[in-house]
């Protein structure tokens, strides 16, 4: 009894074949179902585990028991993510046949970090890492690492930045960041991590379009050199998270490169509509950045768990991530000799290339390239008719991120576009999120799923009409 217990870890085809049919079962009937789900089911309604249904203890229990479970505490409660009608934050979708790949990576527990242990997994990587190069014209000389996400690859990139322009406990006082209020997040949070914290950050005013003022940029780099300080860094948009909006980059690029700053461009929602025409226009620029990161987890449709970091100068990236390497400074040129272990803070890591190669491989990047120029179509099409119903609007889409908000005859805006927002969430049949520009609270629509299609779109417009029917908005709020 005791012997046979040992083999359980190690299922015999038939026990397989059950697991297997009974969990593609369970999927299927998610993803046939889930065009009539909700985007959104109110989080507060469940149980903050106080009821510990996920605990864990000697006994065993049995597949059909364990998907019960998960179809009741994990798949319904919270954001649907994998649903066209989320539209809120910056969604991605999850496309069936990256699950595919990560099965097999699973099963086959690849070691993608070094190339003597899967010189496949890491030749894999090595292409992805070129693909998406090309994608922003970097020709030669680059490097790059698949991450689990873009905070962890602007990590990557900001600490390669911070090496190779020698930033130090003798200059960091000195030394200083231009970003924006439109800089997500992570690159504050990266600035920590690294110890750049005593550095001087300036955030550049925004214009009306809500990109980086480039004149204010280079006049504040100019009095900045006169009191003699040090001009370091330079983070862009391409796609900024509230608003999809792509910061001059041509224009921040000259400017770096007159004054030697390191230019950063996180392109994590914006960098795979370099696939399509359109994006290619608005992106021009990209390539003189010193570092980029995208997220295949977001424009790329892919499961989370997927980033992109690249270095134009792959000798920036490995001297920002050597343990006891300085043998390697006069190594090949090419990537191709480098494993990815070398190229970032991780050893042992997910074999994250699988599920971003096998879908690229089994539909080739055009098919993405039409899922992409359908978010721009769409972007433009919710842009005029949110319009036509009464919302004033954001810029004009440079991507497909719409901002939106009503203002009222009387009373105060934020407080109509919040009560919006929550008539939106309560009734969840459709999801979008808000944020707050220039002091302004704003509700934005997220056209990036591609699961998200016109009727999407549509259903999300028909909601908007509806509460805007239902309150009468001429009438001051309490
Ligand atoms: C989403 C996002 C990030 C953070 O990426 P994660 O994958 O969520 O870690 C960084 N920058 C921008 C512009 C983003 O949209």
């Known amino acids: 009894m005791k012997i046979k217990k040992l083999f359980l870890l190690e299922e015999s085809p038939k026990e397989r074949k059950e697991l297997v049919d009974k969990t593609l079962i ?13 985007a959104y089911n109110d989080p507060s309604k469940s149980n903050l585990n106080t009821d510990r249904k996920f605990a864990i203890n000697e006994k065993s229990s049995g597949i059909d028991e364990i998907l019960s479970l998960l179809e009741e505490e994990l798949l319904s409660p919270g954001l649907n993510t994998a649903s066209g009608a989320n539209m809120g934050y910056i969604p991605g979708g999850g496309i069936f046949s990256s699950a595919l790949g990560d099965y097999i990576a699973a099963i086959s527990n690849k070691y993608a970090g070094v190339f003597y242990a899967s010189p496949g997994a890491v030749n894999m990587e090595n292409e992805l890492i070129r693909w998406t190069a090309d994608l922003v014209g970097y020709s030669k000389g680059y490097g790059g690492n698949l991450t689990s996400g873009g905070s962890i690859a602007n990590l990557i990139a900001l600490l390669t930045a911070k090496k190779a322009k020698n930033i130090n406990i003798r200059n960091i006082e ?4 231009y970003c924006s209020h439109q800089s997500h997040h992570s690159i504050q949070r990266a600035i920590n991590i690294i110890g750049l914290e005593d550095c001087i950050i300036r955030y550049i005013d925004i214009d009306s379009e809500l990109r980086m ?3 204010k940029l280079e006049k504040q780099i100019v009095e900045d050199l006169k009191i003699d300080l040090n001009p370091f860094l330079i983070v862009a948009n391409a796609g900024s998270t509230d608003a999809g909006m792509i910061d001059p980059l041509c224009d921040i690029g000259k400017i770096a490169t007159q004054y030697s700053l390191w230019f950063h461009i996180d392109a994590a929602y914006g960098g795979f509509y370099l696939l399509t025409k359109r994006g290619q226009k608005r992106l021009k620029g990209i390539s003189l950045a010193d570092s980029i990161i995208m997220d295949p987890h977001k424009s790329l449709f892919l499961p989370y768990g997927s980033g992109v970091v690249l270095v134009k100068n792959i000798n920036n990236l490995i001297k920002a991530n050597q343990y006891s390497a300085n043998y390697m400074q006069d190594a090949n040129e090419d990537s191709n000799s480098y494993s990815p272990s070398q190229l970032s803070p991780e050893l042992s890591k997910h074999f994250r290339g699988l599920r971003m190669w096998l879908p690229l491989k089994l539909y080739g990047h055009n098919t993405f390239e039409h899922y992409l120029d359908e978010k721009l179509n769409l972007a433009r099409y919710f842009y005029s008719n949110v319009k036509k119903i009464g919302f004033e609007v954001g810029p004009k889409p ?6 939106f908000r009503f203002l009222p005859k009387n009373g105060s805006a934020d407080d109509l576009n919040r009560f919006i927002i929550k008539e939106i969430q309560n009734n969840g049949k459709v999801f979008i999120s808000s944020t707050t520009i220039n002091g302004n609270f704003t509700l934005r629509a997220a056209i990036v799923s591609f699961r998200t299609h016109k009727i999407e779109v549509d259903s999300l417009l028909n909601i908007l009409s509806e509460i805007l029917n239902k309150k009468d908005i001429t009438t001051p709020l309490r």
Do not use: A, K, M, Y
């Open 26 to 38: 369970f999927g299927e009937h998610f993803l046939n179902n889930l065009s009539h789900l909700n």
């Open 398 to 403: 440079d991507l497909s991120i719409v901002t």
């Open 213 to 215: 003022n480039t004149e």
């Open 174 to 177: 000195r030394t200083v960041i």
